[in-house]
């Protein structure tokens, strides 16, 4: 009687389909991936010799050729099968995300030993003839021998069915299932094909759960990113929820690209996230050169988290030399205006941070916590500072803030050059929490950007300051006008110019009194909404200041186009006046936006020595700690009345 090779046919093609789709949606990177596709390669592998060997014995006696070519596959195909048993082993690890527990080179190396026991039985074959025989007269035919290997791979799918139902509470019971059943078909199948030699279904059983395997368990869509060739951020999640159930321990390189929204809107999404992918792509050579086990995954628009499985590396180390690597690529590979600048944090888990959400926040928070000029930041160190403490708890500090109404308007005067005196005055938002002290906007006002609360914040400024306006006649105090940040929500909010114009009304304030602020990311982001009202503002006189010039990407040509009467100078420019570089880029710039009939403010000035060249160069207007820190009502007033009366 032959043997029914139609099911070992139809497996090849299975697996080569399945094999095919893997590639096709980038499923490549990442341990479980990569063990998946082992696992399909060995499959076809196995499943070719088997029909390779099966088919020559039916034409007895073999010839020369091919008895040798059934010797041959008759290897493959048992150094094949037994090693994606293994394989397949390793995988349950990893896909559990448990490989942690069997990370030690003597915990793999004992997982091992049934493993080699199976391939010496195999390598001694050809002297023994064990495990099977290939002659010319009966073909193949088994031995005594192959009992070892069904023994030991019956061990290792035990082993494996028991630890996956181990894992109930790590991984949802609809991938338990598909996951089992690798090995109950499998085995099932052996069992058939042990009574019934002709009945040859052991590749097609495997065949059908890896079809289950495909379906259920390794979703692309769940774990990779395919436009940046990495794991997604959701991915990233899950296993960070297993790794903390399983209370393993690892570190997490995150790095946070901070210039990726302007570099987006600068490349284009394309250019950007092919940009984004080649930097991955070296993150993922330079781990593997290291020989640490790693998983990278990836959150739009711009940043990366390294899950670390070996609590004892050191990250910091890792991150500046790869820092200097990059930097040295990326110096030919783009000009210096494309560069992306990151800042990176070391997080270990679950000695930094051991719960889901926190960590999740930290990755998106930490970036505000690296000090100027650095590059890396210790997360215990981070979590230590007072700033943290403030942001972790920010859901609760604006409920209060805004439920109590705890805001506060400050004014830092602005001087004008010309006229030797002040002229006008920045109103910044302060807010001091009963539990958690000074809260800086520039913690609170992102956030609240973020959690959609912006709204009532900037309706209170902008009453406040009409307030402050109206009840101080401030033209008699030699101010002209009062400068009023405005968040990226409250420029889009088609309201805009009615709430303005009821302020006006009720306050009796003219619009050339105030002058509204906006940021170049705010402008990036400009809707036709946006657009709509800045027309319609700067048609009933309102006039508009471009915020933090310079900390973007500056467009000389869209600046010029806005309805902008006033530019302001970011502090960071100032400060880079220390070096020669930095003195002539403010020179340029002051040159250039008096050009376009531009007015200047520079802001944080704090040196003497800045006011003067600034002066000297043509600046306008000049706002920093020099003159004064930013200061309540009273204080203001008391302030311009003795300053201006000096000056004047
Ligand atoms: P900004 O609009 O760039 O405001 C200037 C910031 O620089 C203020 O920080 C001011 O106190 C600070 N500053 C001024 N001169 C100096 C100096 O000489 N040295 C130093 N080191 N700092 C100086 P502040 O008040 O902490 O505000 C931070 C940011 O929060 C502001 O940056 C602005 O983006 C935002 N913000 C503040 N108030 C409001 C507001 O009422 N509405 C909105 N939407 N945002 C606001
Ligand atoms: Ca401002
Ligand atoms: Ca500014």
């Not at 040798?68 to 990893?94: D, E, G, L, P, Q």
């Not at 040295?328 to 600048?341: D, Y």
Request: charged share 20%; aromatic share 12%; proline share 4%.
């Amino acid at each position: 009687m032959q043997p029914l090779l139609y099911f070992d046919i139809c497996s090849v093609p299975i697996f080569l389909i399945i094999l095919i789709s893997v590639y096709a949606r980038r499923m490549t990177k990442g341990m479980s991936n990569r063990l998946f596709i082992t696992l399909l390669i060995l499959s076809v592998l196995s499943a070719l010799s088997d029909i390779v060997v099966e088919a020559a014995s039916c034409s007895l006696p073999l010839s020369e050729p091919l008895l040798v070519m059934s010797n041959i596959c008759a290897y493959i195909y048992f150094i094949s099968r037994s090693t994606s048993i293994v394989v397949y082993f390793f995988f349950v690890f990893s896909i559990t995300g448990t490989w942690y527990r069997i990370r030690r080179k003597r915990m793999k190396a004992i997982l091992l030993i049934p493993f080699t026991v199976m391939l010496l039985t195999v390598a001694s074959n050809p002297f023994t003839g064990l495990v099977f025989s290939v002659t010319s007269e009966e073909g193949y035919s088994r031995g005594f021998g192959i009992n070892i290997i069904y023994v030991i791979c019956t061990l290792y799918a035990l082993c494996g069915t028991i630890y996956l139902l181990s894992c109930h509470r790590i991984i949802p019971k609809n991938k338990i299932f598909p996951l089992v059943s690798l090995y109950a078909l499998t085995m099932t199948a052996v069992v058939v094909q042990f009574f019934n030699r002709m009945l040859l279904v052991e590749m097609i059983a495997t065949a059908f759960s890896t079809i289950l395997l495909i379906l259920f368990v390794l979703r692309p869509e769940e774990i990779s990113d395919v436009s940046v060739g990495s794991l997604s951020f959701e991915a990233y999640r899950s296993e960070i929820r297993k790794i903390l159930l399983t209370k393993q321990k690892v570190h997490i390189a995150i790095i946070s690209f901070t210039n990726a929204y302007e570099l987006r809107s600068y490349l284009g999404e394309m250019r950007f996230l092919t940009y984004v992918s080649h930097i991955i792509r070296q993150l993922d050579s330079m781990f593997r050169r290291e020989r640490v086990f790693f998983d990278i995954y990836f959150e739009h628009p711009g940043t990366m988290y390294i899950i670390i499985d070996d609590p004892k590396y050191d990250v910091e180390d890792a991150y500046h030399r790869l820092a200097d690597e990059l930097m040295r690529r990326s110096e030919k590979a783009v000009s210096a205006g494309e560069r992306l600048t990151a800042v990176a944090c070391d997080l270990a888990v679950p000695d930094d941070l051991n719960d889901l959400d926190e960590i999740i926040r930290f990755g998106r928070d930490f970036v505000q916590q690296v000090p100027p000029g650095k590059i890396f930041v210790n997360a215990s160190d981070v979590i230590a500072s007072k700033d943290y403490r403030i942001i972790s708890n920010m859901d609760l500090i604006l409920n209060r803030a805004i439920a109590e109404s705890r805001f506060k308007m400050y004014y830092q005067p602005i001087y004008s050059v010309e006229k030797g005196r002040f002229i006008s005055a920045e109103a910044l938002i302060r807010l001091f929490d009963d539990e958690f002290g000074y809260v800086s906007p520039a913690l609170f006002i992102p956030a609240a950007e973020k959690r959609g609360v912006i709204l009532p914040i900037g309706d209170y400024v902008l009453e406040e300051v009409h307030r402050f306006i109206s009840q101080n006649n401030i033209s008699s105090l030699g101010l002209e006008y009062i400068e009023i940040n405005l968040s990226i929500a409250q420029c889009m909010q088609e309201e805009l110019p009615e709430h303005l114009a009821f302020l006006r009304e009720r306050y009796g304030v003219p619009p050339e009194k105030i002058n509204l602020e906006f940021t170049e990311t705010t402008y990036e982001d400009m809707g036709s909404v946006m657009q709509f009202n800045l027309d319609a503002l700067s048609e009933v006189g309102y006039t508009f200041s471009l915020d933090d010039y310079g900390t973007g990407y500056s467009n000389m040509q869209r600046v010029s186009k806005l309805p902008l009467k006033i530019i302001k100078l970011d502090k960071s420019l100032v400060d880079d006046m220390a070096t020669d570089d930095g003195l002539s880029i403010v020179r340029n710039t002051v040159k250039m936006m008096r050009d376009i009939n531009k007015e200047l403010v520079a802001e944080g000035v704090e040196t003497k020595e800045n006011l003067d060249y600034l002066e000297k160069i043509g600046c306008h207007f000049i706002q920093g700690y020099y003159f004064s820190k930013p200061l309540p009502e009273d204080e203001f007033i008391m302030f311009i009345k003795e300053h201006n009366k000096i000056n004047a």
